[in-house]
């Protein structure tokens, strides 16, 4: 006679018998999460134990354990590993806590000269001072033991990453004034049946880039060769001729550059910027710029020239420290990768011509720069209207680019 089995019945859902069938034909999951999903699917198919372990070439013993559990737990929750005791910590939660302390506490402050912490410095300074903290099990501590704790709590004490902090104390309400003005400008590209501006006025980006170097080479460069060169090769060694000031200003509409390449970026050069402006755009046209607070851009003798073309142009300052709000940063970001990086010239007259020619490139198919980011969170009701240079008071983005 039959020995009759002595396990309670087990049926499956319509949608656990899905999930079972998914999970045993995933590529992705846990092997174990397979193995079992493929046993509970035989099982509820009528197979008997020896036949689910002959078939897939397990021992009875595991088939059972997991039947049993999907049984106890149900069919999905029984695909996972159960929580397991495992071996007592040899640290405790408090040594563990001090290790931490000290990997957020600088070196300097423990009388070493370095500034960050090594795996090597970290470990040597607890298993020397662990006894006298109370922390006897900490002697024989492991670089290894280290770095699994760190890692767990994502602490990485021999990193430094650089943030800049908002000193400004109208931080936000600039920051909106400039959002304001590029959700304009988005406003304007969906109701302009051409994506242009109205006829009375015009926005541009602008800033300066100073310190280009004009590097020359000692050597000559040595073009690539099929089999032997993959890509060009450059002395090491080379001169510097001196530097040259990028001023340019980006047209957010129409993606047009204007640019001037000077020695220096002093009043005298942006007024000349703000000249070529005035000139290139019609009189009636408003130029409103949005710009930082560099000095040139609130002195004297700009505010001289403002009030030679009185209400021709509208300054919106970014807030200090938030050159990053300026969408020409993008335009300098492009730049600097796909011509200035790796710009070689024997003079700096040739560097000036060659960052011309470029951006006269650029300007053939103009690319128009596109603000994303903080505009959905922005409310246009309270943005306060921009308002001309003279009533600010001097203080110093996920973005997409489209064609």
């Known amino acids: 006679m039959a020995k009759r089995n002595r396990r309670a019945e087990f049926s499956l859902s319509d949608a656990e018998i899905s999930e079972l069938r998914r999970i045993s034909r995933s590529r992705t999951a846990p092997l174990a999460h397979v193995e079992r999903a493929r046993i509970l699917l035989a099982y509820h198919e009528g197979l008997s134990v020896t036949e689910i372990a002959r078939r897939f070439g397990t021992s009875r013993p595991r ?11 149900g069919a999905i929750p029984s695909l996972s590993d159960l929580p397991r005791r495992g071996r007592p910590a040899r640290i405790s939660p408090e040594a563990k806590h001090w290790i931490v302390s000290l990997a957020c506490t600088k070196p ?87 994506g242009s501006a109205p006829e009375n006025v015009v926005v541009l980006s602008y800033d300066e880039k100073p310190g280009i170097q004009a590097i020359q080479n000692v050597g000559r460069d040595l073009p690539p060769v099929p089999g032997k060169r993959p890509q060009w090769n450059r002395d090491y060694e080379y001169r510097r001729l001196g530097t040259v000031s990028l001023l ?97 010239v024997d003079s700096v007259d040739e560097l000036k011509a060659r960052i011309l020619q470029g951006i006269e490139e650029i300007n053939e198919s103009p690319v128009i720069h596109k603000w994303q980011y903080g505009l959905d969170d922005l409310e246009v009701k309270s943005v306060p209207k921009t308002v001309p240079p003279e009533h600010h008071a001097p203080s110093n983005a996920n973005w997409e680019t489209v064609h």
């Not at 088939?63 to 737990?73: C, F, H, K, N, S």
């Not at 200003?249 to 005035?278: N, P």
């Not at 000139?279 to 009030?307: F, M, R």
């Open 63 to 73: 088939v059972e354990r997991t039947i049993d559990r999907a049984i106890r737990l």
């Open 108 to 194: 300097k402050e423990l009388g070493y000269a370095a500034e960050t912490w090594t795996l090597r410095l970290l470990c040597e300074h607890v298993r020397s001072h662990c006894e006298e903290a109370g922390y006897p099990e900490l002697v024989r501590l492991s670089k290894g033991t280290v770095s699994k704790l760190l890692s767990r709590l994502k602490v990485r004490p021999h990193k430094i990453r650089y943030y800049v902090e908002r000193r400004d104390p109208e931080f936000e309400r600039k920051m909106a004034q400039v959002l304001h003005v590029y959700q304009e400008v988005n406003l304007w590209r969906k109701q302009q049946p051409n």
């Open 248 to 344: 340019a200003s980006i047209d957010l509409l129409t993606g047009h550059v204007h640019a001037h390449v000077q020695d220096r970026h002093r009043s005298r050069e942006f007024i000349e910027h703000l000249r070529h402006l005035d000139a290139y755009y019609p009189p009636e046209v408003k130029i409103k710029i949005i710009l930082d607070n560099h000095s040139s851009h609130i002195s004297k003798e700009t505010q001289a020239y403002l009030q030679t073309v009185p209400n021709r142009f509208e300054f919106i300052f970014t807030p200090t420290h938030g050159s990053w709000l300026n969408l020409i940063e993008t335009f300098f970001s492009k730049l600097t990768r796909c011509l200035l990086r790796n710009l070689r």
